[in-house]
C-alpha cells in the first residue's frame, strides 16, 4: 500500500541496479517515491521487485536506464519488445486505466550523442504489439477473442537523453543527501518530469533536443577518466623506470593538486575499469562526430587502427580515446585489479599497489605473447 506522500508521485523503474542504480533508488525511496526492479539484491533498500521487463513497464511511470555502457541500446531494446508485450499492455491498462500516462525512459549511461539519437529512433519508430506466436507458450487462448482484446495499442514512450556526472547518491551522517548531477536533455522535458522529481534528484536541464546531455557527459569524462588514464601510464612508466618516488616528490611541489586527483582517481578506479572501456570509445565517437576531431583532420585519415563505429557512421579508428579504452581494458582484463568489486576492496587501494599491479599484468601479458610466439614458430617449423 503507498503511503499518502507517495500517491501522487509517479512509480520510478530502475534498470538495472549497480552501486549507481543503487544509491538513485534509495535516495528515490528516502523521498517517499516508488521505487521497481527485477533483481533480488535490492530487496533490503525496500525496492520493489518484479518477475520481468514485461511487469516492471506495465507498473512504472519513468523507467531509467543506469546501464554499462555497452548494454545501452540492448537495454533500450528490451523496453521497447516489453512494452509491446500483449502481457504488459493489458496490465497497464488494467491497473491505470485507459487513460494510463506514456511511458517516460530516461538513458542516463554514458553514451555519445549518436548512440542516443539511436535509442531515441527506436521508441519513435510505430510498433504493433507482439502476436501470440512471440509470447510466451504458458499463455492461454481462445478462438473467440473479447472485443478488449483486439489490436491493442503497444505502451507508448516518451525518452529523454541523459548522464550522470559525479558518484552515487549517500545518505551524509547529518541525514542530508550526497547527490551527483544528473544532466537531461530533450523535448518536453519539464512535462515528463515533474518539479518535486526534478529536485529530488538534482536534474540539471542542459537542452531541449537529444544529444546535448549525453555530450556534456561524455566531455566531463574525458577530463576525469581521461586524466586518471594517463596517471596509470605516467606513473607505472616511472616504477618500471625506478623514478616513481621522484615523480611524486616532484609533483608534490609544483602540482600537488595533480598528485592528490591521481592518488584518488588510481584507488577507485579498479572496480570500474571494465564499465570504462566502452565509455572511452563512446568518448571517442563524441570527439570525432560531435567535435569534428575524425581521422581526416587528426592523423592521415588511412584508418590504421582499432574499430569501434556504427556500420552506418563514420570511420573514428586510432583516435585518441581509442587508446584510452585499451588502458582500461588491459586494466580490466589482464591484471589482479579487474577482479576488484566495488563492495570488497583487496587489491589497488592505493596508487602504489595499482602500479605494481599493472606492471605486472604488463608482464604476464608479454611472457604469454612470447610464448605463444615460440609456439607458432615451432608448429611452423615442424610442418614447413
Not at 529536485?199 to 540539471?204: A, E, I, P, Y
Request: aromatic fraction near 4%; charge should be negative; include cysteine.
Amino acid at each position: 500500500m503507498a503511503s499518502s506522500s507517495s500517491q501522487n508521485k509517479p512509480s520510478v523503474g530502475i534498470l538495472s541496479i549497480g552501486d549507481m542504480g543503487m544509491g538513485v533508488g534509495r535516495l528515490l525511496r528516502h523521498h517517499d517515491y516508488t521505487v521497481q526492479h527485477t533483481l533480488d539484491r535490492i530487496k533490503s533498500s525496500r525496492i520493489t521487485t518484479l518477475a520481468s521487463d514485461e511487469e516492471l513497464v506495465a507498473e512504472v511511470d519513468i523507467l531509467l536506464s543506469i546501464v554499462p555502457p555497452r548494454d545501452a541500446v540492448a537495454t533500450a531494446r528490451r523496453a521497447l519488445e516489453a512494452c509491446q508485450s500483449a502481457a504488459a499492455i493489458q496490465r497497464r491498462a488494467e491497473g491505470k486505466g485507459s487513460a494510463a500516462p506514456r511511458l517516460t525512459y530516461v538513458d542516463l549511461n554514458a553514451i555519445s550523442p549518436r548512440t542516443a539519437r539511436t535509442i531515441g529512433a527506436l521508441f519513435s519508430t510505430p510498433k504493433s504489439p507482439s502476436s501470440p506466436a512471440q509470447l510466451s507458450i504458458t499463455r492461454s487462448f481462445s478462438f473467440h477473442r473479447r472485443e478488449s482484446e483486439l489490436d491493442p495499442q503497444a505502451i507508448s514512450i516518451d525518452f529523454l537523453d541523459g548522464g550522470i556526472i559525479g558518484s552515487p547518491p549517500a545518505l551524509r551522517e547529518d541525514k542530508s543527501w550526497k547527490r551527483p548531477s544528473i544532466v537531461i536533455s530533450g523535448p518536453k522535458h519539464d512535462e515528463l518530469l515533474d518539479a518535486s522529481l526534478r529536485d529530488v534528484l538534482n536534474v540539471r536541464i542542459v537542452g531541449e533536443a537529444i544529444g546535448p546531455a549525453s555530450a556534456l557527459k561524455s566531455c566531463f569524462a574525458a577530463l576525469s577518466k581521461g586524466t586518471i588514464a594517463l596517471s596509470i601510464l605516467s606513473f607505472t612508466t616511472a616504477h618500471t623506470c625506478g623514478v616513481l618516488p621522484a615523480l611524486k616528490e616532484h609533483l608534490e611541489e609544483f602540482n600537488p593538486a595533480l598528485l592528490a586527483f591521481a592518488r584518488g582517481g588510481l584507488a577507485s578506479m579498479p572496480p570500474k575499469a571494465y564499465r570504462w572501456v566502452d565509455e572511452m570509445r563512446q568518448i571517442n565517437e563524441t570527439f570525432s562526430v560531435e567535435g569534428g576531431f575524425s581521422p581526416d583532420i587528426l592523423g592521415d585519415g588511412h584508418g590504421d587502427g582499432h574499430h569501434h563505429h556504427h556500420a552506418d557512421g563514420p570511420d573514428i579508428t586510432g583516435q585518441v580515446f581509442e587508446g584510452i579504452a585499451d588502458v582500461y581494458k588491459l586494466i580490466a582484463d589482464d591484471t589482479v585489479l579487474g577482479e576488484e568489486k566495488t563492495e570488497k576492496r583487496k587489491r589497488g587501494t592505493n596508487l602504489d599497489d595499482v602500479v605494481e599491479c599493472v606492471r605486472d599484468g604488463i608482464a604476464r601479458k608479454k611472457n604469454k605473447a612470447e610464448g605463444e610466439g615460440e609456439l607458432d614458430a615451432t608448429w611452423r617449423g615442424n610442418w614447413s
